[in-house]
């Protein structure tokens, strides 16, 4: 868990783990930060009165510990909680959510690859919000804030009526092999 | 038939008398009145001689006889009424026979061209009824063509509106449990990448 100073994250830079990719999974991020900054707070005041050494950084969740190891954070150090809480709460405050409809339950690896993808190419601290819309399909249909995109099977279905009806007619597709 | 006999023989009797009185009138003219002597006598003896000739069996024989003339004469008036009415009677029964035969031909005829009229009539309205029914059945199939034209340029409009959701429907319901998120996963991130800069930019602008 420890790690030099040298090789930390500033603030600003710190970056949200694929596992969370939730406002809830955040919100639980935040509740659980201020049980351990409380828990850690109570172990100082016993450990000066018995005169212990820093005390033990007790069970976390597989969330936070995957926040602060991707952030070479160290929960130990009240610094860093202080970070981590500061960011999460920017992440709160601040993070755009993306709303994507799947036909069926995506997998963790599936959601994980998505939310990679969005955060790498869309936002750095982009939110996700998983919708299930058995009708589309294949695809999926992704709504962001003022906007959706039907990237659907439906949708591209439609898109290529023209292909389809000419198909229908009996007329060649254009690049089928003769 | 007793008192007619009766009235005959007396009208008989009384006719001879008349006959006796103008005889001896006549006689006693011609002999003159120097004769009137004599003629009292003859009438005195004729008035007595009548009922010795004029007796009861001359009387019963006179009934007897005018009884049988009259028997006689009835009998042959009888032949000759029964005569007279055999021969009205077939005369009558013929005029029967021709009057029926010919009050029957004449209803027959009569009731034989009501038929004639009536079959015409019935003839015409049949030809009436199929000529509308032809024309009813010929609009209505025109009707059911249109209809069915118009029901099927309908139905393809319909179908070429939905075919989209048609297919789709399709693909859904036969692989539609099949069809694996992980596998559809480069065509989602592709999809992503071609919208990938309207998605960033609704996102900045969003947030």
């Not at chain 1, 033990?56 to 602060?68: F, G, H, Q, T």
């Not at chain 2, 008349?18 to 003629?39: D, E, M, P, Q, R």
């Not at chain 2, 031909?105 to 009436?128: M, P, R």
Request: include cysteine; glycine fraction near 4%; charge should be negative.
């Amino acid at each position: 868990m420890e790690r030099s100073k040298n090789s930390k994250n500033e603030p600003s830079e710190l970056a949200l783990p694929t596992l969370v990719f939730g406002t809830v999974e955040v919100h639980r991020l935040q509740r659980e930060l201020e049980a351990l900054e409380e828990f850690m707070q109570q172990a100082a005041l016993r450990s000066k009165q018995q005169a212990k050494a820093q005390p033990e950084l007790p069970r976390v969740s597989r969330l936070l510990d995957a926040l602060a190891s991707e952030n070479q954070r160290n929960l130990l150090q009240a610094q860093d909680r202080k970070d981590l809480a500061a960011f999460l709460q920017r992440v709160a405050d601040q993070a755009p959510t993306i709303h994507m409809s799947f036909a069926t339950d995506p997998s963790a690896a599936f959601t994980a690859k998505i939310v990679s993808w969005l955060r790498a190419n869309i936002h750095p601290l982009v939110m996700l919000q998983l919708g299930l819309q058995p009708s589309i399909a294949a695809g999926c249909i992704v709504r962001t804030p003022n906007r959706q995109f039907d990237l659907s099977l439906r949708h591209r279905f439609e898109a290529k009526r023209e292909v389809l009806m000419n198909a229908l007619d009996g007329q060649p597709l254009k690049g089928a092999k003769q | 038939m007793t008192i007619w006999w009766l009235i005959l023989i007396l009208a008989f009797i009384l006719a001879a008398g008349c006959a006796f009185i103008y005889v001896v009138l006549k006689l006693n003219k011609s002999s003159g009145l120097h004769t009137a002597t004599l003629a009292e006598s003859l009438q005195k003896s004729a008035e007595e001689d009548v009922d010795h000739i004029f007796n009861e069996e001359f009387r019963e024989e006179l009934r007897n006889r005018g009884r049988l003339h009259f028997e006689k004469i009835l009998g042959e008036n009888a032949m000759f009424l029964q005569q007279d009415l055999r021969l009205t009677t077939s005369q009558l029964n013929d005029y029967m026979k021709q009057e029926i035969t010919k009050e029957l031909k004449e209803a027959f005829a009569n009731y034989e061209s009501a038929i004639g009229d009536a079959k015409q009539l019935a003839v015409e309205s049949i030809e009436k009824t199929k000529q509308a029914i032809d024309d009813q059945r010929q609009a209505m199939g025109m009707q059911l063509e249109r209809e069915i034209a118009e029901e099927k340029v309908r139905r393809i409009k319909r179908f070429d509106a939905g075919m989209a959701e048609i297919i789709n429907h399709y693909v859904l319901e036969s692989i539609g449990n099949q069809i694996d998120l992980n596998d559809q996963l480069e065509y989602i991130l592709a999809e992503l990448e071609a919208n990938k800069k309207a998605i960033i930019q609704d996102v900045v602008n969003g947030a």
